[in-house]
């Protein structure tokens, strides 16, 4: 099975607290001063000039994704998980590192980002399915199916910006859902609109994953990824502390995440579960 | 479907450090139908919901024109060779504003765009490249406009005669363009961490214009100031403009190889400063 994705020990670097937050003749005055100082005292490095703190947001990450398969990601907030995939779709560099991939990537829904409010509906496909590197004619070949999929026939010479948002969402799931980006970045809520479009969201879904695309899942429910993905990729403090099959990555992920909970639990709790001792605790004032 | 179309051989990218956004002539090439989608927008857009319309073409720089002509003809005096004064002032406002937008509109690639930025990937550099072509598109129904007021002179029994060098006005027009293309990107490039600078970019471009021929030819100039018309390739770029069109004035060759010289080096150092701060912006702003 050919690859997808190639990622090679990426890297991220933030920094934190003072960056940005001076202004241009600032900057101009502290450099100044910092350039006279090294002038004047050559040996001493970093006079004016603290380093700043930093935090590495994705450290040493490497995985392999096959053509295909569906990867899940998963782990707490802040584990990486969002800064991983917007150095895979390009939208920011790692530090360090390397990740080559395969076809082109999307996310189902922050595509209606490119939206343009003065447009119609119509414009607005095709301003968005060249945004994503599709040509005119491949998105002319399936105009109709995007139309007929977001169920906005009446609506599509209309501006987006007379639109709800349910309508907006819509049409910005079905762009990319229909145009089948070689790789398809799930993110949390797949179900968008009212039940029916929801119905139809899932069944779109599922039928992305027989048609053999590539899958990446994040912020999905557990029970959901065991059902759906091949691989996991569990990130903590930005690290890859699992990277294997999903049924035993999740596990490990399951029993891990009770003993946090556990630790930080009262030993009367212990009995219950998490939502019984809640609900327990709700209840005190009223016995 | 696309599966198949797949080189597995070639990755369609690779992000690296120091190389992740390629702004290089293929994929620019890649995506010129998001280039043409994004004039089309951007035209249609500014004149939906407005009062007049596509009539702010013609209005704006005739009202301007009449200014013009009150205060720097009647009042100060000064030449406008041997053109009328209308269409002296009408044809360097028109190419002046094109200028302008172009700037300003480029300057603003990253304010305006981050929403977008953030979510999908596609060359930036699609972005102002775009601004130009609009405001190319906003210039050409004003330079009809600029003709039909000469064809009206013409009517009325005031022979102006257009240049035989008229064929080397896309060539001044493009010189602007790259102009206008490398100062919008150095200036987008910093407004990445200063904002306000575009502010300040709206004013220096006001009193820029003064400067630019617009108003009087290179003759009317007075001497102690002519270093600093000369220093100035958009003098030179308005000048050549507009000898190109009537051949009322003479390019001068110096000042012209000067401002094709800084307008190389600024397009170049505009777009490495616009390349390096594509990278890396969506951290910043």
Redesign the interface.
């Known amino acids: 099975m ?2 997808a994705i ?1 990622a090679h020990h990426i890297s991220k670097q ?1 920094f934190l607290g003072e ?2 937050q001076r ?2 003749f600032e ?1 101009i005055w502290s450099n100044t001063i910092f350039g006279v100082q090294r002038f004047l005292q050559p040996g001493r490095a970093g006079l004016a000039q603290p380093s700043r703190p930093s935090f590495w947001a994705l450290h040493d990450v490497s995985f392999q994704l096959h ?2 398969e569906t990867l899940a990601i998963i782990g707490e907030n802040g584990a990486g998980k969002s800064t991983l995939l ?19 990537l ?2 189902l829904l ?2 209606g ?2 939206f ?1 409010p ?2 119609s509906g119509r ?1 607005n496909i ?3 399915g ?4 599709f ?2 004619k491949e998105i002319r070949q399936k105009f109709d199916e995007i139309v007929d999929f977001s169920g906005l026939e009446k609506f599509i010479d209309v ?1 987006v910006k007379n639109y709800s948002s349910g309508m907006y969402i819509r049409l910005a799931f079905s762009v990319a859902a229909i145009l ?3 790789i398809v970045i799930l993110d949390e809520v797949i179900a968008v609109g009212d039940a029916a479009f929801k119905k139809k969201c899932f069944e779109r879904v599922e039928s992305i994953f027989k048609q ?2 590539t899958v990446i899942m994040v912020n999905h429910e557990l029970a959901h990824l065991r059902r759906m993905s091949h691989r996991c990729l569990w990130l903590r403090h930005g690290q890859v502390e699992m990277f294997g099959p999903t049924n035993e990555v999740v596990t490990h992920y399951e029993r891990a995440m009770n003993e946090a909970v556990d630790e930080r639990r009262r030993p009367a709790e212990l009995a219950g579960s998490e939502y019984a001792s809640a609900a327990a605790f709700l209840a005190t004032p009223t016995n | 479907m696309p599966a198949s179309q797949i080189d597995f051989a070639e990755p369609s990218y690779v992000v690296e450090p120091g190389k992740l956004l390629d702004s290089h002539p293929k994929s620019l090439w890649a995506y010129r139908e998001l280039f043409l989608l994004l004039v089309k927008r951007d035209f249609v857009a500014a004149y939906k919901q407005t009062a007049l319309g596509p009539f702010w073409f013609f209005v704006q720089p005739f009202l301007a024109s009449l200014a013009f002509l009150v205060v720097f003809s009647q009042i100060a005096r000064l030449s406008t060779t041997d053109l009328p004064p209308l269409v002296f002032y009408m044809s360097g406002i028109i190419v002046w504003n094109f200028f302008s937008n172009c700037v300003s509109k480029v300057a603003y690639t990253f304010l305006l765009n981050a929403q977008v930025f953030r979510k999908i990937y596609f060359p930036r550099l699609i972005m102002p490249l775009s601004q130009i072509g609009t405001n190319l598109l906003n210039f050409i129904p004003q330079l009809g406009v600029l003709f039909l007021l000469i064809g009206f002179y013409n009517l009325s029994g005031r022979g102006i005669a257009l240049s035989s060098w008229l064929f080397a006005l896309p060539l001044t027009l493009g010189l602007m363009a790259l102009l206008a293309l490398g100062l919008g990107c150095l200036i987008a490039a910093a407004t990445v961490k200063y904002r306000d600078l575009t502010i300040v970019v709206g004013y220096m471009l006001n009193l820029w214009m003064y400067g630019s021929l617009v108003i009087c030819p290179r003759s009317a100039v007075p001497p102690n100031l002519s270093w600093l018309v000369t220093l100035n390739p958009m003098a030179s770029f308005v000048e050549c403009y507009r000898s190109s069109l009537f051949g009322t004035e003479h390019s001068q060759g110096g000042p012209l190889m000067i401002a094709i010289a800084i307008t190389l080096l600024l397009a170049a150092l505009g777009l490495a400063c616009f390349k390096k701060a594509e990278r890396t912006f969506t951290d910043h702003i």
Not at chain 1, 90 to 102: C, D, E, M, S, W
């Open positions: 050919p690859v190639e933030f960056r940005n202004t241009f900057d053509q295909g917007k150095i895979l779709s390009r939208i920011t560099q790692p530090t360090k590192g390397k990740a080559r991939v395969f076809g082109r999307a996310s922050e595509v980002a490119g343009h003065e447009f414009d095709y301003l968005n060249t945004m994503l590197g040509s005119k501006p089948n980006p070689e053999g695309h």
